[in-house]
């Protein structure tokens, strides 16, 4: 790992941090809170760590990334667009509009890069497994990445996959949940406490390991120490507990708080104000 790739990766996602605010402000709301929550972490995948092609997004060989947490894919759209496979003209005119292909929740059948249909919480990691599954009987040593958010795991069926993946020794399924400590409308531990979710994840038969979301360094370190994938050789998934804010450089106070997970900016000179108060604190 290079210092110049680490501060690649920091810019590009202040870029993606900024387009996301573009995007979601022109249809006056969003999941902003979760979204940028997981910037960093999507960031790190998507320009450094998957094994992902935007030119040939369905080669048979490459890294799923299957993102649970759904109402955050504004993420992955700007992404896309970043990586030339929309156009920001296709991304504003149909985001979140009747008929529209990028949906406030992804769907697949429309949108090239998405592994899944993703939205109803607590899915994605159950479509993953499988996706895991399929990999061991076709011999293949690709990876599977699911993310969920905090508050997402509190639906009973990701704890069913979490059992299945331990007892099969699904190795090639590696899971990242965002603990940004909110959910919808307040904080997961008064909503039902995760804790002690590392303890937890190891009693289901799984390999923990814990990082700093927003630390870009942590994140590149963490992926990159990952074992490479044996799918014929059952052994521990990986869930990575990736710690999280929030809502993290949402102004007015919500940063860190539930109150950020539908956020909004309201007008444009309200988004220029946002970036330039968001810039001078990063030159700080
Ligand atoms: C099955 C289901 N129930 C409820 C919702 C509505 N909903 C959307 S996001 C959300 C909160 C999710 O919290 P968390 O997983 O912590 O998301 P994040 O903070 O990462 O955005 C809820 C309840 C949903 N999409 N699906």
Redesign the pocket.
Known sequence: MTTELVQALKEKAVQIRKDMYVTTQKIGYA?L???M??ADVAVALYYDYLNFDPQNPKDPDRDRFVLS????AHVLYNIFVDKGMYTKEELWSEYNQINGRFGM?PNYHYLKGFEAST?????GLSIALGMAYAARLDKKNYQIICM????????GSIWEALMAAGHWGMGNLRLII?Y??????GA?KDEMDLEPLADKLRAFKWDVVEMDGHDMEDIVKTLHALPPVDSQTPSKPIAIISH?I?GKTMLGGIEGT?FS?IGMIPSDEALQAHFASVDAAEQK
């Open positions: 999941h809170g979760g979204g929550s997981m947490k759904g109402h955050c929740h939205g109803s919480l607590g899915h969920t958010g905090d508050g997402e795991i509190q639906e965002d940004n400590k909110n959910g919808a409308t997961v999280t929030k539930a997970h």
